[in-house]
């Protein structure tokens, strides 16, 4: 059990992560083991994010300092929460590559919360300069093929 100076310190570490970062993910970390989580922090460190696990009832203490309303002790499992520097979509897909289970999400810019299923599926997208370039890429489709079409009218009209 925690005395009341570490539970303080809990809090404070936390507000500290919450302060620093734009968006958050809440996720289930039970039947992980501890070289998985190695890895998931050396994963998020490159995106500018931190996994870290405070109690559920210090979580909230925290979270409703900031005025959000999430209840961590709403989820049944095992609470681990990443803390990002960066838009939802940077520490969604890491968290979803992980394999661990998704539980929420919590953008602090519009103050949105996401349940599980949407924060996973956001990870599962491809790369921002990949859905750009697939963009382009249909934007001059219809072009591309209507230069193909007048290059084959072309080649009818020569001979």
């Known amino acids: 059990m925690l005395s009341k100076s570490q539970k303080e310190k809990h809090i404070e570490i936390g507000q500290d992560l ?34 870290k696990v405070i109690k559920k009832r210090l979580l909230r203490i925290v979270l409703e300092r900031n005025g959000t309303a999430i209840d961590p002790k709403k989820f049944d499992s095992q609470v681990g929460t990443i803390f990002g520097a960066g838009d939802i979509s940077t520490i969604a897909a890491p968290a979803v590559k992980s394999g661990l289970t998704i539980l929420g999400g919590y953008a602090k810019d519009g103050q949105t919360v996401w349940d599980g299923a949407t924060v996973k599926s956001i990870g599962q997208l491809p790369p921002r300069e990949i859905l750009l370039g697939q963009l382009v890429g249909m934007l001059t489709s219809p072009l591309r093929m209507f230069m193909f079409v007048l290059n084959e009218k072309g080649k009818k009209v020569a001979n």
């Open 18 to 51: 919450f302060n620093k970062s734009e968006s958050l993910i809440f996720v289930d970390f039970s039947g992980k083991t501890v070289e998985d989580l190695k890895a998931l922090r050396r994963t998020l460190k490159s995106v500018e994010a931190t996994f």
